[in-house]
Nanobody, 124 residues
Framework: QVQLVESGGGLVQAGGSLRLSCAASGRTFSTYAMGWFGQAPGKEREFVAGVSWTGPHTYYADSVKGRFTISRDNAKNTVYLQMNRLAPEDTAVYYC?????????????????WGQGTQVTVSS
């Protein structure tokens, strides 16, 4: 089983960019679909993006399509979320999640493992 540690959050102005990283421990990282979720203050955690365990297949929430890109580097046991053209409504704690042998789309409903989260704050 893997453990997940997110990093890369911070404060950024609207229109700016951030890249989040999620480092996984364990030697089975490549068998996990990975995803990013955001939880804004007072709201439920929501799916943002997912990538399949096989690598090339990705899936995004409509609100981030064309702005965010998820990618994975199995050699580094790391998944990334490149966030461009950030807006104040993107402000949230962002969590990394993993699902064994999952698909990018299935990450929306199924998550086996969670990280501790990293705060992203976008100022207007």
């Amino acid at each position: 089983q893997v453990q997940l540690v997110e990093s890369g959050g911070g404060l950024v102005q609207a229109g700016g960019s951030l890249r989040l990283s999620c480092a996984a421990s364990g030697r089975t990282f490549s068998t996990y679909a990975m995803g990013w979720f955001g939880q804004a203050p007072g709201k439920e955690r929501e799916f943002v993006a997912g990538v399949s365990w096989t690598g090339p297949h990705t899936y995004y929430a409509d609100s981030v399509k064309g702005r965010f890109t998820i990618s994975r580097d199995n050699a580094k046991n790391t998944v990334y979320l490149q966030m461009n053209r950030l807006a104040p409504e993107d402000t949230a704690v962002y969590y990394c999640a993993a699902t064994h042998l999952g698909t990018a789309r299935a990450m929306v409903k199924t998550q086996d493992i969670w990280g501790q989260g990293t705060q992203v704050t976008v100022s207007s």
